[in-house]
Nanobody, 126 residues
Framework: QVQLVESGGGLVQAGGSLRLSCAASGRTFMRNVMGWFRQAPGKEREFVAAVRWSGLSIDYADSVKGRFTISRENAKNTVYLQMNSLKPEDTAVYYC???????????????????WGQGTQVTVSS
């Protein structure tokens, strides 16, 4: 059974930092795109960042560019999201996702991702 399990969420003050982790099990994703999405209350789930299998091709939403960093550790089947300079508008449930197709390009569309975690809450207070 494939599982993606997020951790690292919590409550932080504006300007603070958090590091999210997503550990995959049940199959290897070392050749797959992995990404992060988020959903704020009353809003649609939106793309945050994605990284290709090699770690050399990365895409960020404009709203987080320069503040968030996505990285991966293939040996541990894990992807990370380092979030700095957090703002109240970053408050959301953050989801980890993985594409099922190997060696594919990054994507901002949720429909392109086949595996999802349950999410971890990030709350940024002003």
């Amino acid at each position: 059974q494939v599982q993606l399990v997020e951790s690292g969420g919590g409550l932080v003050q504006a300007g603070g930092s958090l590091r999210l982790s997503c550990a995959a099990s049940g199959r290897t994703f070392m050749r797959n795109v992995m990404g992060w999405f988020r959903q704020a209350p009353g809003k649609e789930r939106e793309f945050v960042a994605a990284v290709r299998w090699s770690g050399l091709s990365i895409d960020y939403a404009d709203s987080v560019k320069g503040r968030f960093t996505i990285s991966r550790e293939n040996a541990k089947n894990t992807v990370y999201l380092q979030m700095n300079s957090l703002k109240p508008e970053d408050t959301a449930v953050y989801y980890c996702a993985a594409k099922g197709t190997i060696y594919s390009a990054t994507s901002r569309s949720q429909r392109d991702y086949d595996y999802w975690g349950q999410g971890t809450q990030v709350t940024v207070s002003s």
